[in-house]
């Protein structure tokens, strides 16, 4: 007797149909596989045929009984991941070249699209599924699986299209090679010549403005040959070719160089040779360069192999003097080695590191830097309050977090601007002020806060001598950090040192405290420890 899918499928539970649906599709994938993997066999291919035929009927047959939006969840496909990651500058420009190209012709293509961009204009892409991208672009037809992927790549194709055109009309090196390779292919001549000794586009990396300093070479070398005739411009012309690429190469040794020694002081369990050979080679060869590139990545390696600080004030000096040569993203990458340098230097006991870390925040927010696209997140944020807080700069503080709290997300914004103003607060001794932003912060949104928010809590329960209150929050504080599998040991230590201290501190007499303070002045693994010693007084 043949059972009854119609009937049975629609009673299941939601558990029950994706583990029909999950085992479905693995069942389709080997069905699909296997027949390539096994030519040989004739029979087992003959045999997975028909299963796979009997399934994809019953696929056809049945599916929306066990729930299409269970089946395909948009935001796990190639496009739905595709506009998740876009920013909205970058949706806007694809809508508009979308319906402004050719591929307005395509009223699938669009409407595709279109589904897609609603979706993300609610922030939605995860609830979008496949059933409904069918209906919406095909209204009342029965859905067809090949019909809805080939519309779906189309649309790919259609995106691709779209960036490669906005990286030829920001001038990207790799599409202007694209089209000088063609003009060579073609030996046009008035073309050629044209192209020689453009200038490039400033908005580039600096080993890509190697590179393309490379491929103009090429260029030049092609146009001497076949034009020029002359033998000793022809003989210049190889030459160069072969300089430009090892600048570039070499560049872009030294940058992974220094990414290396940043790596392997992060892993350093894992054991590799570093090609010091080679990297030798390169520092002797460009010792004197007037090459601006390769003087501030040079004196970087310098910083990062000895430490010293003579070298991170030439490293700091070369960079900033020619901070304008660089592209934000390099700019950033560039920046983080030396406000890493001051941490470690600051961790380390000198506190005239803070200072100079100071100093940078400074420098770099009068240059306009934080105002770069992808610069300011939270954690930049939160940093460079940390800093200007310790420093007791409170208007720069407040003037800081005023102008870049809207750079963040709407989920972001509001815990970030209650915690970092219930810092000020605190350092200005209005503890109710601070307590009242502190309750505001959602402990839940991320590590960071669970912590640190906490941490400012207790301080102020100290201060205001909330007894009851400071005593619940070090008992489920000491718990969280206890728990916790995000935090280090070396810093859960750390924080459960201050819970320790806060508690005797809290609850100590005069003479007790005095002892107390030597016991903090000892103590190598506790966080807020100048606070601790503060209220020892």
Known sequence: MATNWASIL??????????????????????????????????????????????????????????????????????????????????????????????????????????????WRQSEIEKGTKSELYAYIYPQEKLVDTKLRFTQNRLLKAIQEWKLVLENEKENPFTVKIWKDFLIEKQLRKNIQLNINKAIAQDTSSDIRFLSHFFDAQENSFF???????????????????NQSEYFADLVFIKNYCSLISFSKIYKSESFELPIAKLNFIKEKYLKTSKIEFQVYLTLLEMLEKGQEADYYEFKRLFFDNLDLWIDEEKLALINYLVNYTIQKSNAGNAAFIDERFEIYKFIEAKGVFESNNFVSLRTINNVMLVAIRKKEMDWAHHFLNKYIHALSEEERDTCACFNYARIYFE???????????????????????????????????????????????????EFIKSNKIIAENYKSAYLNFIKYTRKIFNATKSQRKKLKEMIQENKSLVEKGWLLEICE
């Open 428 to 478: 200005q001794k209005k503890y109710k002020e601070s307590l009242r932003e502190l309750l505001k912060v959602d402990f839940s949104q991320d590590p960071f806060y669970a912590t640190n928010a906490k941490l400012l809590l207790l301080k102020n329960y100290v201060v205001l001598n909330e007894f009851e209150a400071f005593e619940s929050l070090c008992v489920s504080f000491k």
């Open 10 to 119: 629609p009673k299941l539970s939601k558990s029950s149909k994706k583990i029909i649906i999950f085992g479905l599709i693995s069942l389709k994938f080997i069905f699909l596989i296997i027949p390539v993997n096994i030519v040989i066999n004739c029979n087992i291919i003959h045999f997975n045929t028909k299963l796979c035929f009997l399934f994809l009927q019953f696929e056809k047959k049945y599916l929306h009984l066990l729930d299409g939006k269970l089946y395909i969840i948009m935001k796990e496909t190639v496009l739905g991941e595709i506009y998740n990651a876009l920013t909205p500058v970058e949706v806007k420009s694809l809508d508009k070249y979308l319906k402004s190209s050719n591929w307005r012709q395509s009223e699938t293509i669009v409407r595709c699209h279109d589904y897609f961009y609603n979706l």
């Open 224 to 242: 001497e040959f076949k034009f020029k005739k002359n033998y000793k411009e022809q003989f210049k012309t190889i030459i160069e070719v072969m």
